[in-house]
């Protein structure tokens, strides 16, 4: 993969962010988006992108500087006190998992592997969202159980349940088939299978949530049959209906973006698989020059990508 490419990636999950923040808990259907608006949910300007990119951008630091969990966690919390890695220099719509998983570290000095919720009651997006550099530093580790643990471990860094760790894995372990020019398709043909084996039992038990995705009809499920919510395994599901229903990245962006509720994670989750799908397409460049911050944006990608492109 190249340094366009990379960038790409990270730039189609960021326009789905911000495309999708001022329809933030929007009822499906109340309204249509295929461009950058202002006002909404959060009274942003256009271009503004929300928690997702935040806890991205840090994650994309600590690899480059070759940063440990708690180095990583530092950052998050230089985010949420501090308002580092935002757009306007204001946090906002950060989830309470996240949140209570920077107080365990910063106020009550946990270690950073125990900082995550493990309550079944805990079962957000948050980690899932802010994944994708990961995936994109792991593509070429061919040992399947050294990818699963790293992406447990940077899973529970604000979820410790199975469930979102088992999201995540599935989500990895997509990303990197595609990174590895498999199609979506074929992926979730023959990922149970090499999951088999090598998942923890009690992460394999809550297989069972994500299991119609890797039916053969789900591509044709109904759009009334998909839920948009911020509960992860909704999340998941949508983001991969979303990618099989799509031909492009802009495409699958404005699919997502429309579905309601969780438009922003949805949107960004489903830019990037699909980028990650597509390799060959570019994000809308109009979109990406009306984000917020680009100055900021680019001092961390740019890096990021240099030293990922091999
Ligand atoms: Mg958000």
Known sequence: MNIAQIKNILYSGIVGDAIGVPFEFAKRDSYYVDTMESG????QPAGSWSDDTSFTLPLMSNLVEGGDYEQLMQKFEEYMYDNQFTPNNIAFGIGQTCAKAIRNWSINHYPALECGDPSEFANGNGALMRLAPLAIDLRNESDLKKRLALTKNYTTLTHRHPRAIMASYIYLEILHSLLNGKNLTDTLQVLPNEFRGAVDAIEWKEFDYYQAIFQPGFKDRSRDNIKSTG????????????????????????????LGEDTDTIASIAGTMASCQYLSDRVDSNWVGQLQNLPLLQGIIDPFAKIEAK
């Open 231 to 258: 509960y992860v395994v909704d999340t998941l599901l949508a983001v991969v209906w979303t990618v099989l229903n799509s031909k492009s990245i802009n495409e699958a962006i404005i699919l997502a973006v429309n």
């Open 40 to 43: 909404g949910t959060w009274e």
